[in-house]
């Protein structure tokens, strides 16, 4: 099981116990480098039509457990994709 798989089981098993540095890892990996990065939100392009990004958003070191569950349903769908 690669790191970044074991994120990936971390954030489904807790999504409120998640690392803001872990989370853009797998970000970086499944939609490549943020469109938006320096301010507390990090912008990510994703390939398909309608809301074609993810916005993640530090909050003192840790993921915002709402937008964990949106990353993991983007993953999703990406992969189904595929």
Same mark, same amino acid.
């Given at each position: 099981m690669t790191a970044?798989?074991?994120i990936l089981h971390l954030m489904r098993q807790e999504p409120a116990n998640v690392r803001f540095a872990d989370l853009m890892k797998v970000c970086e990996t499944y939609f490549g480098k943020p469109r938006?990065?320096? %301010?507390s939100h990090a912008i990510f392009k %994703?390939?398909?039509p309608g809301d074609p990004r993810v916005n993640i958003q530090n909050a003192k070191g840790r993921a915002k457990p709402y937008q964990v569950r949106q990353v993991l349903k983007a993953i999703d769908k990406l992969e189904s994709m595929q």
């Open positions: 970044i798989q074991k938006q990065q320096g %301010t %994703t390939p398909w």
